[in-house]
């Protein structure tokens, strides 16, 4: 039977180690030449020396044998993954404002301008990937041409170089969102491709999973539709939202305004507060959240005062030749 050496390696004749030049190192076969023993108390082991010679003969083969390439999960996606389709199927539009005094809606219609003084902000242009998550990209334009839509809701989270959020449900008085009736469900957000373009540069429309503030008696309904987006602001890019959230359109027009409305101050909490926010969540205390929902929003109501959906005439075609 075969022993190896615990504490090291012996390399067998005929295995001759060679050094090249750049540090490249490899294992030549020579011939190894075996002859028969004429002593006679030897002859018991014939069968055992025989054995390992055979080995040995194989060794340097098995050894000179390339290794199988080392291959990470992204290269066989990039192998394998047909490119992502972001054609602009739709153009839809926010026209954002800012309101001096304390946003306070006191209508339930959109029609009723919520803010007497507000200062128009600009208007900010999406194009959506219709073709790549065209559920996502269906819910978006409902919300912004439908019955119940964006129109009149705040802005109510900016994250000073990162991104701003929208589209938080609640109710119409409180200058948040309600979802019109009749939304397909998305299924969108349990298919892992529909997670594989990244918050590379500012200006990518997404819609907003891990950064969902609505409050947890929302979501639990089984009517619930998650309608809140995200839209990088800049300067750099935001790798903590990839694979994470759905992106499914991108600033078009209007990223001036974009970065005006990231320029604003935000409530801070300061770090008594936080550390209290964490016991009374520790202790399970539900208000522990509905405070938190309150930090990074901004000290100036900035809210949709409208939306909807641009329509662009079809490219014309390319003369054709008598």
């Not at 600009?122 to 559920?135: A, H, I, N, Q």
């Amino acid at each position: 039977m075969l022993s190896f050496h615990p504490a090291k390696l012996v390399v067998p004749h005929g295995l001759a180690y060679h050094h090249h030049h750049h540090h490249h190192h490899q294992y030549v076969s020579k011939p190894i030449l075996c002859s028969a023993s004429s002593s006679s108390h030897h002859h018991d082991h014939d069968h055992n020396s025989s054995s390992r010679r055979s080995l040995l003969l194989l060794l340097p083969t098995a050894l000179s044998l390339p290794l199988p390439p080392y291959t990470s999960a992204s290269d066989n996606n990039n192998n394998t993954t047909t490119p992502l389709d972001t054609t602009i199927t739709d153009r839809v539009f926010l026209d954002l404002s800012i309101c001096p005094t304390y946003f306070r809606a006191q209508a339930q219609s959109q029609d009723v301008p919520l803010c007497s003084d507000s200062e128009p902000l600009g208007r900010v242009v999406l194009g959506l990937y219709g073709k790549l998550v065209p559920t996502t990209v269906s819910i978006f334009k409902a919300m912004c041409i439908g019955s119940s839509s964006y129109k009149n809701t705040f802005i109510h989270k900016v994250l000073p170089g990162q991104f701003l959020v929208g589209g938080r449900q609640g109710r119409r008085e409180k200058g948040e969102v309600v979802p019109p009736l009749g939304l397909p469900q998305n299924k969108e957000t349990v298919d892992s491709r529909a997670f594989m373009l990244d918050h590379s540069r500012p200006g990518v429309v997404s819609l907003c999973l891990s950064e969902n503030d609505d409050d947890d008696d929302i979501k639990l309904d089984p009517d619930y539709h998650n309608v809140e987006f995200l839209i990088t602001t800049g300067p750099g890019p935001c790798p903590q939202l990839d694979g994470r959230n759905i992106v499914f359109g991108v600033v078009l027009e209007g990223m001036d305004v974009v970065r005006q409305i990231a320029s604003i101050p935000t409530y801070k909490p300061g770090e008594r507060i936080k550390l209290f926010n964490d016991l009374a969540e520790f202790l399970g205390d539900g208000r522990a959240e509905n405070a938190r929902n309150l930090w990074d929003r901004p000290l100036k109501s900035i809210y949709v005062s409208d939306c909807g959906q641009l329509q662009v005439a079809k490219p014309s075609l390319t003369p054709s030749l008598p």
